[in-house]
């Protein structure tokens, strides 16, 4: 079953790996990207970043959700990974489940605006993310456990 969708750009590394494993308590992490599906190297260092004891599938948009689909995981724990909001769109057009979108890092860069702290969105960010909201799925933005979620909708009235 799955835990909870991420955005973060960087996909795994330590602070995804370590304290939302304590948070959620996952026993696998499955990462939606067609970029680090198709690099060999990005997917041997995430690997590396992986908690012991995890199981870790690193799958394109389309083999995720195929993945997340089968019933086999329905017994699992599973955290998944994207690197933006259209990709979880894109995500959750393919799969029945609806589960908590968690807005985490997402990095400065051109086109992007502050959005709350450690996220920056572009307009098309934001036009995914209202999709998804209006799904009915529940949008949070929290950088890590230890600090409070905040709501998408509320942000996103003041944005």
Known sequence: MIQRIRIDDRLLHGQVAFSWK???????????????AN???RKQIMKMCCPEG??????TVEDAAELLKNPRLES??????????????????LIPDRPLVNLGG???????????RMVYVSD?????LDDIDA?????????????TAQSYKHLREKF
Do not use: H, W, Y
């Open 22 to 36: 304590s948070k959620l308590d996952f026993n696998a992490i499955v990462i939606a990207s067609d970029a680090a």
């Open 39 to 41: 690099d060999p190297m």
């Open 54 to 59: 995890v199981k870790l599938a690193v799958r």
């Open 76 to 93: 699992m724990r599973v955290f998944v990974v994207c690197p933006d909001p259209e990709t979880v769109k894109r995500l959750l057009d």
């Open 106 to 116: 997402m990095a400065s860069g051109e086109g992007k605006r502050l959005f709350s």
């Open 124 to 128: 098309e960010d934001v036009a995914a």
């Open 135 to 147: 799904m009915g799925i529940e949008i949070e933005v929290q950088e890590v456990p230890s600090t």
